[in-house]
C-alpha cells in the first residue's frame, strides 16, 4: 500500500509545502504592496481557493473520463505558471492574478479519487492518514522555513521555490505514480452526479470539510497580522516559533483521531471533539493579551484541523460509489475551497473594520452553531467486501444481484475481478459468494 500512496502523497505535499510556505508571511507582504487594502489582502490569502473551488468539479469529472495522469499533469502546469507570476508580481492585482492561477490547478479531489483506485476500502483510511501526515508534515515544514525564507531573501522567493516544487511533482508523477486499474461498474449505473448531494452522508461531509477549511483561512489571515502588531510586536521572523509547535501537536494528533475514527468507526466524536477545539481556539486568540497564551490558541486550532482532516476525505470516499470518487471529492473540495475563500475574505474584511476580540467571539459563535448541527451526524454502517475471480463469477446472476445491503459492485479489469461492497453484519461472505458464483 505504501508503494502505491506515497508518490501520490508526495506530488501532494510538493504542491501543499508551495501554498504553505507563503501562509505565515503573504498576509504582511501583500499589505505592503500597491494599491493594497485589508479587504484585497483578504482575497490574495483565500484568492487560490476561488479558483480551485471553479474547477474541482470539472478536474475530479475529467479524471473520471480521460484518466487521472493527464488531468495530473495538466494541474501541476497552470500551478507552476501561477507560481511563477506570483513570484515577479509588483502589486496586489498581479499577485492576486497569479494566486488564482495557482488555485485553478485543482489536483487535489483527482489525487484522492486515485488513492481510492488504488487501495482497499479496508485499508483506506490508513491510505488517507499517511496522505494527511504527509501534508502535515509539509504544514510544519513551511511553518518553520517559510517565515525565515522570507524574512531573508523575501516572500518573492518562497514563490521561485514553489515553481520548483511543482517541477519536481511532475518528475515524480511520470516516474513514480502507478497507473491506477481500470474499473468498469455497473450496478447502480442509473445514478448520477446530482445523487451526490441528495445523499446525506455525503452532503453532512460537504458542509464539515467546507466549515473547516473556512476556518482555516480566517487562522492565516489574522494570525500573522495580530503576531506582529504593535499589541504583540514580533518579528516576521520570528512566527515559526507559534507555527511550528503548533504542527508538530496537530501531527501528533492526527494518528490516535484517524484510528479512533476508523478502526472504531467513531468519526463523529472526532468531528464533534475538533470543533470544540476550534471554539476555544478562536476565542482564545480573540481575548487574550498574552503572546503565549495565544500561541495555546494556535495549537489547539492545529490539532482540531489536523484530527478531522483526513477522515473527512476518508468519508468521502467510502460514502461514494466507485464511479463517482471523483465528482465527489471534485463536489466537496469544490465547495470547501468557496468556504477558503469567504473565510479569506471575511477575516480581511473584518479586521478592517472590527477588533481582535470581536473577530474571535463571532467566530466563535459560528462554529459553536456548526457543532450543534454536527450532532445529528451518524457513524457510518459498516461495510466489508467481498473479492472473487472473474472467471468464477456467473455474470447473469451478477446483474441480478439486487439487495438493500449491498451498496454497489463492480468489476475490476486490471486485476480481473469482481468486488462487491456489502453491509457487514447483514450478509454472510460466503452466502454471497454462493450468489454470484458459477
Known amino acids: 500500500m505504501f508503494k502505491?500512496?506515497?508518490?501520490?502523497?508526495?506530488?501532494?505535499?510538493?504542491?501543499?509545502?508551495?501554498?504553505?510556505?507563503?501562509?505565515?508571511?503573504?498576509?504582511?507582504?501583500?499589505?505592503?504592496?500597491e494599491g493594497s487594502t485589508p479587504l484585497l489582502v483578504g482575497i490574495v490569502v483565500g484568492g487560490y481557493a476561488l479558483t480551485q473551488a471553479i474547477f474541482q468539479v470539472p478536474f475530479g469529472t475529467m479524471s473520471d473520463k480521460i484518466g487521472r495522469k493527464p488531468t495530473l499533469l495538466v494541474g501541476l502546469l497552470i500551478f507552476l505558471v501561477g507560481s511563477v507570476i506570483c513570484a515577479y508580481s509588483t502589486d496586489i492585482y498581479t499577485l492576486m492574478l497569479g494566486r488564482f492561477l495557482q488555485g485553478a490547478g485543482a489536483i487535489g479531489a483527482v489525487i484522492t479519487a486515485m488513492i481510492s483506485d488504488l487501495v482497499p476500502e479496508e485499508v483506506r483510511g490508513k491510505a488517507m492518514a499517511i496522505m494527511g501526515a504527509s501534508i502535515?508534515?509539509?504544514?510544519?515544514?513551511?511553518?518553520?522555513?517559510?517565515?525565515?525564507?522570507?524574512?531573508?531573501?523575501?516572500?518573492?522567493s518562497l514563490f521561485?521555490?514553489?515553481?520548483?516544487?511543482?517541477?519536481?511533482?511532475?518528475?515524480?508523477?511520470?516516474?513514480?505514480?502507478?497507473?491506477?486499474?481500470?474499473?468498469?461498474?455497473?450496478?447502480?449505473?442509473?445514478t448520477s452526479?446530482?445523487?451526490?448531494?441528495?445523499?446525506?452522508?455525503l452532503l453532512n461531509m460537504i458542509i464539515i470539510n467546507?466549515?473547516?477549511?473556512?476556518?482555516?483561512?480566517?487562522?492565516?489571515?489574522l494570525i500573522p497580522i495580530i503576531l506582529t502588531s504593535t499589541e504583540f510586536a514580533w518579528e516576521k521572523s520570528d512566527l515559526y516559533m507559534a507555527y511550528l509547535p503548533a504542527m508538530v501537536f496537530g501531527l501528533v494528533a492526527m494518528g490516535p483521531a484517524a484510528v479512533f475514527g476508523e478502526k472504531y468507526n467513531k468519526p463523529k466524536q472526532i468531528f464533534l471533539l475538533s470543533i470544540v477545539l476550534f471554539v476555544g481556539s478562536f476565542l482564545i486568540m480573540g481575548?487574550?493579551?498574552?503572546?503565549?497564551?495565544?500561541?495555546?490558541?494556535?495549537?489547539?486550532?492545529?490539532?482540531?484541523?489536523n484530527m478531522m482532516e483526513p477522515l473527512v476525505q476518508s468519508m468521502i470516499t467510502k460514502f461514494a460509489k466507485v464511479h463517482q470518487k471523483g465528482a465527489a471529492l471534485g463536489i466537496s473540495n469544490s465547495v470547501a475551497y468557496f468556504a477558503t475563500f469567504v473565510g479569506g475574505t471575511a477575516a480581511g474584511l473584518m479586521y478592517g473594520m472590527s477588533d481582535r476580540e470581536t473577530i474571535g467571539i463571532s467566530v466563535a459563535v459560528v462554529a459553536v452553531?456548526?457543532?450543534l448541527w454536527t450532532l445529528r451526524l451518524q457513524n457510518p454502517t459498516k461495510h466489508?467486501?467481498?473479492?472473487?475471480?472473474?472467471?468464477?463469477?456467473?455474470?447473469?446472476?451478477?446483474?441480478?444481484?439486487?439487495?438493500?445491503?449491498?451498496?454497489?459492485?463492480?468489476?475490476?479489469?486490471?486485476?480481473?475481478?469482481?468486488?462487491?461492497?456489502?453491509?457487514?453484519?447483514?450478509?454472510?461472505?460466503?452466502?454471497?459468494?454462493?450468489?454470484?458464483?458459477?
Open 136 to 156: 502535515a508534515m509539509s504544514f510544519a515544514l513551511a511553518m518553520g522555513l517559510g517565515p525565515v525564507i522570507g524574512a531573508k531573501y523575501g516572500v518573492e
Open 4 to 33: 502505491k500512496v506515497f508518490p501520490l502523497s508526495a506530488i501532494l505535499s510538493l504542491r501543499f509545502l508551495g501554498l504553505f510556505l507563503v501562509l505565515p508571511v503573504i498576509s504582511i507582504y501583500a499589505l505592503e504592496l
Open 287 to 305: 481575548l487574550t493579551t498574552s503572546s503565549t497564551v495565544f500561541i495555546v490558541g494556535v495549537v489547539m486550532f492545529f490539532i482540531a484541523f
Open 160 to 190: 521561485i521555490l514553489t515553481a520548483v516544487l511543482a517541477v519536481l511533482a511532475i518528475v515524480l508523477l511520470f516516474t513514480k505514480v502507478p497507473t491506477p486499474p481500470k474499473i468498469k461498474h455497473t450496478y447502480h449505473a442509473t
Open 210 to 221: 467546507a466549515m473547516q477549511k473556512g476556518l482555516m483561512t480566517i487562522a492565516f489571515v
Open 369 to 371: 452553531i456548526w457543532l
Open 193 to 201: 452526479t446530482a445523487d451526490i448531494l441528495r445523499d446525506p452522508n
Open 384 to 438: 466489508s467486501h467481498l473479492y472473487i475471480s472473474h472467471d468464477d463469477v456467473d455474470t447473469a446472476k451478477l446483474r441480478n444481484l439486487e439487495n438493500e445491503h449491498i451498496a454497489e459492485w463492480y468489476i475490476n479489469d486490471s486485476e480481473n475481478i469482481v468486488v462487491v461492497k456489502y453491509v457487514t453484519d447483514a450478509i454472510e461472505e460466503e452466502d454471497l459468494r454462493s450468489k454470484i458464483s458459477k
